[in-house]
Structure formats: C-alpha cells, structure tokens
C-alpha cells in the first residue's frame, strides 16, 4: 500500500505557475487538464498553453532557452511526457536549462480515466537521457525543494510529481492558441535579452 | 524529495565541410540568409548531407532527436525572437505533422523547413519512393506552401524562393524548401 501524500493537480498548477513568475521563467505546458488547472490559477502572460500538439511542450521550452539563454520551464503530465520522449532527449543533448516538471497520476485522465502503468522510473529517465539531475517528490514541501533545486543547479532537471487520478477539472481556458502565443511572446520581447550561445 | 545521481553527457561540435558548395546547396543557403535565419536544428538526411555542410558553414546547426521536437524547438526559437530552420528527411515529414499543424499552424507561429525528397528524382529505392510519391500531396494537405530546389538544370531562384518564404512567414504560415536528392 502506498504512504504517500500526494499533491493535488490544483496545488501543483498554482505552485508552479507562481515559481515560474517569481523567477521570470517562461512556462509551457502541455495539453490535458493539467493546461486547464494552470490557466484556472492566475495570471499567466509568461505561459504557453499547447492546447494541442501532445507531447511538445518540453521542446518548445527548450527552443525559447536556446533562444533567449536564460532558463525556462515545462510542465506537462505523464502522457505528454511518454508521447514526447525525444523533446527531453534533444534538451539533454543541448544541455538546456530547463526545468521539466512531469505530473504522473498513471492515466490519462482527460481521455477518460484509462490506466497507464508507470514504466520504471521516470526520475530516473531524466538522467538517464543525460538530465543533470532529477527528483521525485509527492508532497508540497517536496516540490519546494525541487523548484528551489532547480534555481540553484544550472543545466536541464527533471521533477517527477507522484499525483492521483480522480480529482475535479478546472474548465477549459478561453485563451485561442495565437492570442495566446502572441501573449507569451510578447512577455518574452520585453525581457531584458540574454546573448544566444 | 529524492534525488537521482546525474550521468556525464558528452557533444561532439559539428565540423563544416571543406567540400565546395553545391548549387542546390547554395539556393537553401541563399534563402536562409535573406530570410535572417540564425539557427538550423533537425535530423539529418543522407541525401540532404550537402546542404547541411553549407548550412553549418553560416550558422550552428543542432541535431534533435525526433522532427516533430524540432518543429516545436523551432516554435519556440521564434516565439523568442530568433529565427531558426527546421531540415529533415520527408519521411520526417509524416513524423512532424502534429507538430507543424496543432502546433506551429494553430498557434499562427511561422516556421521554415528544408526537406529532403528521397524517392523522387535519380532516388528509386522502392521504400523512399512510398513517401516521395506523397511529398508534394502531403504539404498540400497540411497547408504548408513550398518551392523545390532542383538537382539538375537551374536548381531555383533564390529571389523568388525567399520571397514566397517571407510572405509565409508574415501570413504566420509554414513555408518548405523541397530538395531533390
């Protein structure tokens, strides 16, 4: 039987959301209803929402880090993250600074509630991959210290969040893919520009 | 929290080509530098080994493990300001597509693809001609606009490949260079 306290979907949106404004870290995050929860928790001008394009999310974190050369942040669930396998290769390739943050609550949710067995360790598939470190946390205080982790330790990081199926939806954001696109890159021109190495 | 230990990763930087530019190579090249392109990231293609080492020649060129995360890299390279070009083999064209339309189309983000296009041409291998038969058909669908860069005779004018490229990209649609093998 598992011991763990798990934190809630909501929880995670809202702490991640703030993390990533408090740091001025552009956010992507991947379709589902993980997307729903983020956009239900605030303001949100340094986020883009992949309302489609499973998977993607982590790869276009990592084109804005090469971009821009400043750190950024993907959060997607762990259907996203299985889909898109070769967006966290091709930042471990780069070593880019992002910080992938992968909700795992074994199913997809959204489509239904179809199970999903966790294949290993997806911890341990971040480094695996050439991460330069990884975490795996279940609980708010845990997540801090990740996020905190990951303000601190340079190169890509992966926290893997132990979540649960079964929890209330957050409704659909009203936000169109190019109005917020256009959002986000807005946000982004008005940063004080990195040199591209 | 638990923390896993890290492994050592290690890149080999890509080398440009000492070998004398071709002229199909130079066209992509040219379009590149006229549409202010300054990063290319893709996955190789034997048959796209020559335009490759002219890209390398005047800007990095990165290597992703899929084309469809280079699509999306590139979505986000744009989102920030830079241009970038997306090269692949067409049959990475296939892989791409959920990227180039539920990504990159509807979110109105431009993006500039150089495509190789095995199975057409001198190319006869039966499982590259499966796809090359297909190529065209298939941008069509996708709603992507392109021009091909030829291997024989003229192999196409910059000018006009560029400016179809640029109108693409001020319509926030994708525009493809398809290159013969």
């Not at chain 1, 995050?29 to 394009?53: K, P, S």
């Not at chain 1, 990740?146 to 936000?175: F, W």
């Not at chain 2, 065209?136 to 910059?158: F, K, Q, T, Y």
Request: charged share 15%; with cysteine; glycine share 12%.
């Amino acid at each position: 039987m598992s011991s763990y306290v798990r934190l809630s979907r909501a929880d995670l949106a809202r702490s991640v959301l703030a993390w990533a404004a408090r740091t001025g870290r552009p956010l992507t995050v991947g379709n589902g209803f993980l997307a729903r929860e983020v956009a239900a928790a605030g303001d949100g001008q340094h986020v883009l929402f992949l309302l489609a394009g499973m998977g993607l999310a982590p790869a276009v974190a990592a084109g804005v880090a090469k971009a821009s050369g400043g750190p950024t942040a993907a959060l997607e669930g762990d259907g996203n993250h299985l889909m898109g396998l070769a967006g966290t290769a091709t930042i471990a390739l780069h070593g880019l600074p992002v910080t992938h943050i992968v909700h795992w609550n074994g199913g997809w949710e959204s489509t239904g509630g179809q199970c999903l067995l966790e294949p290993g360790s997806v911890r341990d598939a971040g480094v695996a991959l050439g991460y330069a470190w990884s975490a795996r946390v279940d609980s708010e205080t845990g997540l801090r210290s990740a996020l905190a982790l990951a303000d601190t330790v340079s190169g890509p990081g992966l926290i893997h969040v132990i979540g649960a199926m079964g929890e209330p939806a957050a409704a659909r954001t009203v936000l169109s893919m190019p109005e917020n696109a256009r959002q986000f890159r807005s946000w982004l021109a008005e940063r004080t520009p990195a040199p591209c190495t | 929290m638990t923390i896993a230990p890290a492994l050592p990763i290690t890149q080999s930087p890509v080398t440009p080509s000492p070998e004398p530019v071709t002229e199909a190579a130079g066209v992509v090249v040219g379009v590149l530098e006229r549409l202010g392109v300054e990063f290319a990231i893709g996955v190789a293609d034997s048959q796209l080994s020559d335009v490759l080492a002219a890209i390398a020649k005047q800007v990095p060129l990165l290597f992703a493990a899929r084309e469809d995360a280079a699509v999306a890299f590139a979505v986000g390279m744009e989102l920030a300001g830079r241009r970038s070009a997306v090269f692949m083999k067409n049959a990475g064209l296939g892989t791409s597509l959920d990227s180039l339309i539920s990504l990159a189309i509807a979110a109105e983000v431009p993006v500039l693809l150089v495509v190789g296009w095995a199975g057409s041409g001198r190319d006869t291998l039966a499982h590259h001609v499966v796809m090359g038969d297909r190529t065209i058909a298939l941008l069509a669908a996708a709603g992507i606009e392109h021009d091909v860069v030829r291997r024989s005779g003229s192999p196409g004018d910059v000018t006009a490949f560029s400016a179809r490229a640029a109108s693409a990209a001020r319509r926030h649609r994708p525009y493809a260079l398809v290159v013969e093998p």
